[in-house]
């Protein structure tokens, strides 16, 4: 089974306040106010604005690039999903999405425009114009939850990919409604797709899947072109059996040709894609939830369930720094436009911010020797 992320933080941060306070994007949760985080560059720690309790359980978000104060959360009951547009600086609810008739998996903005795509456990994605509150369009086909997706990059086209029961991917026409393309069955995956993550070019998605595997299709032809996956009897593995569920993917810009991969068994795993074989392997102590990419460098953040995030370095698959600081598994974490700060959110309700301003030059070029994963 696919491990259900409890708390989930922004892709994208909002823009500058003063020259040493940084407004991020901010956390809801399912029962408690919206809280603006500040984060202070002096000791890379972030403290909650306002409500100063934390949160239970901290839901996903999303920022809108063209506004920086407004963002986007998903907030469900039992039976229904809906997504909250907030103001941050004021904490005012701009807009309520509704429709969806199950819990709400993910939001995300449209990059170029107020248009605000879902994905539901219903089986199908929703789209709404975010300013106003319309709805736009319902994308219909999937047979389980979909459990990612996102426009790609020029926006002219939705992607989804079915979880467990359905391991399908989709591409749709934003304007129309009509499903255009769809992956399916051998060479595809075997078992629902838990992520994505499309390519900086838009010409290719990077899936996982809980049969343990990655793929790269192209969007284009629908084509399977790599098959990512590890030996599972690789050592301290022997007695596993059958590969982990993969859980987060990336594609490693800075890295043309480079891909991540991490999974519940604690592997991270940097990928050739031209011959589809680990570059390396990194082992974490318990299972990873999510991973982050620095902007411009070639380095990889990682989300574990030890409570720890770390810097790993895609060309050499060393551990460059590890943060620490929550108490519970980290579940999402997000890495700053430009490059300086990340983001963790954990099981604990807390949202922690570590600041990467003086340390990023040293990680990536230092030699020497590395902190302990």
């Known amino acids: 089974m696919r491990l259900r992320k409890l708390a989930a933080l922004s892709s994208s941060w909002t823009g500058m306040r ?8 901010t956390t809801t949760a399912a029962s408690w106010p919206l809280a603006a985080w500040t984060v202070g560059l002096d000791d890379g720690l972030g ?16 920022t809108l690039p063209r506004r920086v104060q407004d963002i986007l959360a998903p907030r469900s009951t039992l039976h229904t999903g809906v997504v909250k547009v907030w103001d941050t600086e004021t904490g005012a609810c701009l807009q309520t999405l509704d429709g969806p008739g199950d819990a709400v998996e993910w939001v995300a903005w449209h990059p170029r425009g107020d248009v605000v795509l879902a994905g539901t456990a219903d089986f199908s994605a929703w789209m709404w114009e975010g300013r106003r509150g319309a709805w736009m369009a319902t994308f219909s086909g999937h047979t389980a939850p979909v459990a990612a997706g996102a426009f790609t990059p020029d926006g002219r086209a939705v992607v989804t990919a079915g979880g467990e029961g359905d391991a399908s991917l989709r591409v749709w026409d934003p304007r129309s409604g009509a499903c255009t393309a769809s992956v399916s069955g051998h060479p595809f995956h075997a078992a629902g797709v838990t992520c994505l993550a499309l390519s900086p070019d838009g010409a290719s998605a990077l899936t996982g899947s809980e049969d343990g595997a990655a793929k790269v299709v192209s969007l284009g032809t629908g084509r399977v072109g790599a098959t990512l996956v590890t030996d599972p009897a ?8 059958e590969r982990a569920g993969v ?30 074989t680990p570059r390396a392997i990194c082992q974490h102590p318990a299972g990873i939830t999510r991973l982050a990419v620095h902007p ?8 574990c369930m030890d409570g720890a995030v770390r810097a790993w370095d895609a060309r050499s698959g060393r551990c460059n720094a590890c943060f620490r600081g929550h108490e519970a598994p980290v ?37 020497g ?5």
């Not at 003063?18 to 994007?25: G, L, M, N, Y």
């Not at 800075?254 to 589809?276: E, M």
């Not at 974490?333 to 954990?346: F, I, M, Q, R, W």
């Open 331 to 367: 579940q999402d974490l997000a890495v700053s436009p430009d490059g300086k700060l990340v983001l963790a959110g954990a099981e604990d309700g807390a949202a922690r911010v570590f600041s990467l301003e003086e340390g990023i030059a040293r990680m990536v070029a230092e030699q």
């Open 47 to 62: 403290g909650c604005q306002e409500p100063s309790r934390r949160h239970p359980q901290v839901w996903t978000p999303a």
């Open 234 to 241: 690789r050592p301290g593995h022997e007695d596993q059996g």
């Open 369 to 373: 020797q590395r902190p302990e994963p």
């Open 247 to 276: 859980e987060a993917v990336a594609w490693v810009p800075a890295l043309p040709g480079a891909a991540a991969s991490a999974a519940l068994d604690g592997a991270l795993v940097f990928w050739d894609l031209a011959t589809a």
């Open 296 to 303: 411009s460098e070639p380095l990889v953040f990682t989300a």
């Open 18 to 25: 003063t020259p040493w306070r940084r407004w991020p994007s």
